[in-house]
């Protein structure tokens, strides 16, 4: 696996990248097409969430390229999700699917599930929407740890709720291509 950030070639991680259009545009074209990636079967872009200049240099620099839109369950985010949805369908980029993050958190006290930012909000806009939903990601403390430390969430919590739904999301994915 290889990956390639904007944040890895500033001089310090807490300078402010400042950048208006052409300049995202510049940078998402060389990371698309001079980066030595080898022999892909996949390459993913992660970019913000919406319509701007992210999604739109790359929907006009892969002409086959396919999104997973990323929601939580909640309101504020599917209004946002519906906009991302719109753009896709305006600029003909087709959306693979819909995954709902932060879907819940097990107590690990009572082993209840405690809805957080509700639920099921990122299943009914797939399928008010005719978009494939994939699954969901349950909220769990211990992805930001990994993530703070750069350990593996998957590699160290194996049989987590986590885990699981990332395995289920990937077996769902498979099954559509």
């Not at 300049?23 to 990371?31: D, E, G, R």
């Not at 693979?96 to 509700?118: Q, R, W």
């Not at 639920?119 to 769990?140: C, H, M, Q, W, Y």
Request: charged share 20%; hydrophobic share 40%.
């Amino acid at each position: 696996m290889s990956a390639v950030s904007i944040e890895s070639l500033m001089h310090s991680r807490d300078d402010a990248i400042i950048w208006r259009g052409p300049m995202k545009y510049s940078a998402i074209k060389q990371f698309i097409g001079e980066v030595e990636w080898g022999n892909l079967d996949f390459l993913i872009i992660d970019s913000p969430p919406g319509t701007g200049d992210e999604p739109l240099t790359v929907a006009q620099t892969i002409s086959d390229a396919k999104t997973i839109i990323v929601t939580t369950p909640q309101e504020v985010s599917l209004a946002d999700v519906r906009k991302s949805i719109n753009f896709c369908k305006t600029v003909k980029m087709e959306i693979f699917g819909l995954v709902e993050n932060m879907s819940g958190f097990n107590c690990p006290h009572c082993e209840k599930t405690i809805e957080l930012f509700g639920s099921g909000g990122g299943e009914r806009t797939a399928n008010v929407t005719g978009i494939k939903f994939l699954g969901r990601i349950p909220f769990d403390p211990m992805v930001v740890s990994c993530g703070d430390s750069g350990t593996s969430f998957q590699e160290k919590f194996k049989n987590s709720p986590v885990t699981n739904a990332f395995v289920d999301i990937a077996d769902n994915m498979a099954k559509l291509i």
